[in-house]
């Protein structure tokens, strides 16, 4: 038996696709999972949003785009290319437009297409540093009345659109999905509750989305500050910064984040410190 041990504890998992996997690699660890699947993947061609905002930035209706993630920029294209069967004249569009990258990412899917990037934000890449660097650059491109659009992907960041609307900017959201609710909610709703009434001891997350899905379902039961506040009581740990990013965009500050961003190492490491952060929560 590895010395790294759940000692028992209740692990709540958002895992979908490898569900069965990391429940396998917490019982491994001497811990008791609790399986609750969070996302569906659904059809990219489904994104009506993402086929409208090809067409208008073909048209010329954007001076400005900002990409918040790589994987929704690609995304992105390949719903284009999947409907259209090219993405030629998309990717020419984005070429005359001027891009603005939250982070590396978004800046390597933009290289790989041989899109020039104009503006690109300093670490930690939050919305802080975007707006930043956008504020550096007024004098060349003030944002009053400039036609934004903002590609997403998950959900909304309501502070940045929030910042560039107060700029005077016009801004238009783009979301991409790639991911919905189970068609079977119903572990979700159990996860609410088991989290509201402090039946759980450690939660993992492996993706940012899994954070959004949760509290969507929590707040359809009326049950959104009984999950805060339960996750709070728990060990959160999280798979890499993104998934950090969310959680605190939630004031949820995990108490671990897994040194490489795979599943093994966020499962291992969560198992050989969760009982010693849960009695630094006094509840030991």
């Known amino acids: 038996m590895s010395s790294r041990h759940f000692q028992d504890l209740r692990v709540l998992l958002f895992e979908s696709r490898r569900a069965r996997e990391i429940a396998s690699l917490v019982l491994s660890y001497g811990g008791q999972p609790i399986s609750a699947p969070s996302m569906r993947e659904v059809p990219l061609e489904s994104n009506t949003e993402a086929l409208a905002f090809a067409d208008a930035l073909e048209r010329g209706e954007f001076d400005l785009v900002i990409l918040l993630t790589g994987v929704g920029t690609r995304a992105l294209v390949a719903v284009v290319e999947g409907v259209r069967g090219s993405r030629d004249r998309f990717v020419e569009a984005l070429r005359r437009t001027k891009t603005v990258a939250r982070g590396p990412k978004p800046v390597a899917a933009l290289r790989e297409m041989g899109v020039p990037i104009w503006l690109t934000a300093p670490e930690p ?13 007024q004098s060349e491109l003030p944002l009053k009345g ?42 979700l709703q159990a996860a609410c509750g088991a989290l509201a009434d402090g039946q759980v001891d450690v939660a993992l997350f492996t993706t940012a989305t899994q954070m959004v899905h949760l509290l969507k379902v929590a707040d359809t039961m009326g049950l959104a500050d009984g999950v805060l506040a339960g996750l709070r009581r728990v060990v959160v740990a999280s798979i890499g910064p993104t998934t950090t990013e969310e959680l605190r965009q939630h004031g949820i500050v995990p108490d671990l984040e897994s040194s490489h961003p795979k599943m093994g190492f966020l499962v291992r490491e969560a198992a050989d410190r969760a009982a010693d952060l849960l009695k630094a929560k006094g509840r030991g």
């Open 125 to 137: 890449n939050t919305w802080r540093e975007l707006l930043g660097a956008l504020d550096g650059r």
């Open 146 to 187: 400039l036609r934004v659009a903002v590609q997403e992907y998950g959900a909304p960041n309501p502070d940045l659109l929030a910042g560039l609307e107060a700029r005077g900017a016009r801004v238009t959201r783009v979301p991409v999905y790639q991911w919905a609710l189970p068609e079977d909610v119903g572990p």
